[in-house]
């Protein structure tokens, strides 16, 4: 049997997605992520795990690389990757919304939006036939309305606990996102049983609504 190799995203969505596997009798190591290392060998399972930059690890899938990955809907959304999305994990659930400063209006003429998602912010404001000027940035997105940068911010809200330190408030909400797991389709065909394997046993502890 040859190795699987599975890219998990660092970060928020690492604790919940190696729990899942956890649960799913995989005997991942507890300290995964605690140590610096990006490659890890989990040789009883014949598994590799790579630690990925979330918006990344659709690219690791699609390149083939890695074989499978656990990536967030918003990732996939925001870039069209030719991957096969087979499982909804529901892990990490947040949403995607637009916020901004209570009580302000959006200028009339090329209002600013600021969002690490210019794709779905693009789409979400054609489809409301208004036309925006999107501002791409890379993280603290809530900073921009705050100092003047855009009118708005389209960004993922979890528990809203930074929106409302930061005295933002939510205006929309665009669409609500959990963690997929992803497979490159190359791999699913030539390493199909092991893949299904994984897919039914962890789509057998998915917490049902
Ligand atoms: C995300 C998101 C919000 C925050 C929402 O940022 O962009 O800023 O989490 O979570 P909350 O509703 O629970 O407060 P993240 O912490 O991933 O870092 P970033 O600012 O670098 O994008």
Redesign the pocket.
Known sequence: MSVLTVAMPK??IFQDAAALMVKAGYQIPPDLEDSRKLIIDVSAENMRFILAKPMDVATYVEQGVADIGIAGKDVMLEEERDVYEVLDLKISECYLAVAGLPGTEMKDVAPKIAT?YPNIASSYYREQGEQVEIIKLN????LAPLIGLSDRIV?????????KENGLVEFERIVDITSRLIVNPVSYRLKDQQIDLLVNRLASVVEED
Do not use: A, N, Q, Y
Not at 139 to 142: F, H, V
Not at 155 to 163: A, C, K, M, P, Q
């Open positions: 970060g928020r690490k993280g603290s997105i809530e960004d993922i809200v979890s528990t809203g606990r930074t929106l």
